[in-house]
């Protein structure tokens, strides 16, 4: 991003005038300012700056923008981000990261970086990362930790490679972090334009753009993202516009302002923005914009709308948290179908005035009876009470709000009786509208063909009530189903969810495991286990890589038909079965090493150290290789469910293994190295660790 302009107080000196420039000394305090200090939020910092250099890495060498991100896991816990960029030379990476406040980057507004300091990001979090960097066919690997106060750049080495250029800076994350990188990635990346390749796959961040009337700004969702301020995005990059009274936000709320590169100063840390003279500027002039555009794209978007129910979603949307008096301005009525405008009236005590109806207030009007053909009548009860109210003109309480209307459930009633307890049992707690025939005398197909019409108008969605009873009243054997069959699907945690018609197509065409229910309640054929160990077996399987089809709960009078179909199976038959072919992994406890300790001396051995010692890292690696396996379980309680239902268990096993206990008394130095600082162990050069090996032989030889 190009540098801001600075001032220039004085243009001329006398040369009788003697001056002195100022300068910054590189002390640890000054260091610790610029590479840790200068965060609020360690964590997002390092995300956004190692982030954004990547996509500049690639719009730098006019290449297509990807990379990939790397969040940690409890398997693995590792945090990189690899671009697909430039590289870098040696010589480059050792200018770059040894000089902060070196940057390419100011003399364009394509890409993010301008002040030198955020690649350094992750000495905030960690005491050291690594910096990979791919050129021309060679991987280059450098260390970046801090010595005597100061970062310092270490050469670790390069080998050759086919990989893309590119650079991969990574550092490790403590267990307790791993939930926050996770977190602050989401927050994060929703703004990216460049969207990266993750490892995790069940983040959200893409933006949902539904409900955006402009693509210069929107209201941001009410969600815990935002609070009541405004929000500026550059660069990706959102920053949180400060509630100060030199910006005049013209009553806006949760507007997230989309700027040009280099529109607004933030401050070091890059998290928040600076109250200079430009910034207020262009923060105060947008607003001054959207409040003229906003009526307008408002009326744009409702236009587009393609049913009531749809405009008023619209509506809800482009007002909220927009000012009242830009509120006052925006009408859906002239989008709203005729059918929709029979229901407007006067809302509350305010009928008996001389106010004029509005979209605001809802109910049966002569407009909606001569419209019906004198056919239909309606009912409403809400989520608090038992018994309904007639939709009617003789009382302000049977008014309904427009969002009241349109996210009650519709229900059709296509029956002339026994439906009052279906409908009871099944929304019970919910709001309802019943749609029904005006009286005995009203002919109910010709009531019914009207109200469907009417509401397929509104694109209100609506239920038969000849429906509902056949999916609640399970006591009538001779009831049949419509369309296929009723059935509850049931979570992976043995919760059973709400019944629903699965229609035949389905039924046939796809595996399912069932369980036999009486009403809601899971029955159980084999007492030898609970039904909480079938489910909780499930989810293990699922958890180590095996695929199992959905389980639905089937009702008493629906069990007969599946038990003849193929492709419906047995829930404890099939559990109990599919347990026995499964193959997990698992470790001993004498298997388990202290893997905080042993891990490091990766670090140290190589091709020089004693023989026994690289067979034990070998060793170890491929104890860790095993541990990362899918199938790999280490909870008391998944291995009580793996012996239960007889399923197979792989042990890691070694041929002659090496006893740790021997290697430690043998090499007393290395491995006290290996459990030092990090810090002291990343000192050591090549050279270093050859002569520590050297002596470990030595050692052990005069002491064997």
Known sequence: MKQQAYRDNISDISGEVITTEFALEANESMIQMLTQSVYKDPILAVIREWSTNACDACLMGNKPVKFDVHLPTT????????????????????????????????????????????????????????????????????????????????????????????IKISLDVPYSDISVFKEKASLLYIHFDYKPNLNLKDIVIELDTTGHISEDWYIAKNDRTYSISNYVVMCQVCYEIPNDYVVKNKGFKNLVLKAPAGSVTFNPGRESLSLDKKTVEFINNAFIEIEKEYVEAAVASMA????????????????????????????????????????????????????????????????????????????????????????????????????????????????????????????????????????????????????????????????????????????????????????????????VQRAQVMKEDNALSNDYLYVRLNNT???????????????????????????????????????????????????????????????????????????????????????????????????????????????????????FLANLFNANIEYFSLEDPEDITVLVEKYPLTFALATSAYTQRVLLNTEQRRKLMEMEKLYAVHNH
């Open 304 to 495: 587009l709308a393609n049913n009531d129910k749809e405009l008023m979603a619209r509506y809800t949307a482009v007002t909220k948290a927009v000012p009242s008096n830009i509120i006052d301005l925006i009408d859906p009525t002239p989008f709203a179908s005729d059918e929709f405008k029979t229901l407007f009236t006067v809302g509350g005590y305010a009928r008996s005035t001389n106010s004029n109806i509005s979209f605001r207030a809802l109910t049966i009007t002569d407009a909606f009876i001569q419209k019906t053909n004198k056919l239909v009548d309606a009912s409403y009860k809400n989520s608090y009470y038992k018994t309904s109210r007639k939709m009617s003109l003789d009382t302000y309480q049977s008014v309904l709000s427009f969002s009241e209307f349109f996210n009650a459930h519709h229900v059709i009633i296509d029956l002339k009786s026994k439906y009052r307890k279906a409908l009871n049992d099944n929304f019970d707690g919910k709001p309802l509208i019943t749609w029904l025939k005006t009286d005995k005398d009203t002919d109910i197909d010709l009531a019914v063909a009207e109200i469907k019409g009417f509401l397929d108008v509104l694109g209100v969605s609506y239920q038969l009530a000849s429906d509902i009873v056949a999916l609640v009243d399970v006591t009538t054997s001779e009831v049949v189903p419509r369309e296929g069959l009723y059935v509850r699907p049931i979570e992976r945690d043995g919760t």
């Open 75 to 166: 398997e693995d816990t590792t945090f990189f981000v690899r671009d697909y960029g430039i590289g870098l030379s040696k010589q480059d990476v050792v200018t770059i990261f040894s000089t902060l406040g070196a940057s390419t980057k100011r003399d364009s507004n394509l890409v993010n970086g301008t002040l030198g300091i955020g690649r350094m990001a992750g000495l905030a979090v960690a005491d050291a990362f690594t910096v990979e960097s791919f050129l021309e066919g060679i991987h280059s690997t450098y260390v970046i930790s801090m010595q005597k106060g100061k970062p310092v750049t270490i050469d670790m080495g390069s080998v050759p490679t086919a990989e893309e250029n590119g």
């Open 521 to 639: 309640t899971p029955v159980q054929t084999d007492p030898s286990f609970s039904m909480s160990n079938y489910f909780d077996m499930c989810a293990l399987m699922r958890n180590t890589g095996y695929s199992l089809p959905p389980i639905i709960g089937v009702p008493k009078k629906y069990q007969e038909y599946v038990d003849d179909l193929d492709n419906w199976m047995d829930f404890e038959t099939y559990v109990k079965d599919k347990s026995q072919e499964v193959t997990f992994k698992a470790l001993k406890k004498e298997q388990k090493y202290a893997s905080n300790s042993f891990a490091t001396l990766a670090e140290l051995v190589n091709e020089d150290s004693p023989e026994d010692m690289q067979k034990f890292m070998k060793e170890y690696r491929e104890y860790q290789n095993f541990r990362k396996s899918t199938e790999y379980i280490s909870s008391s309680h998944s291995m």
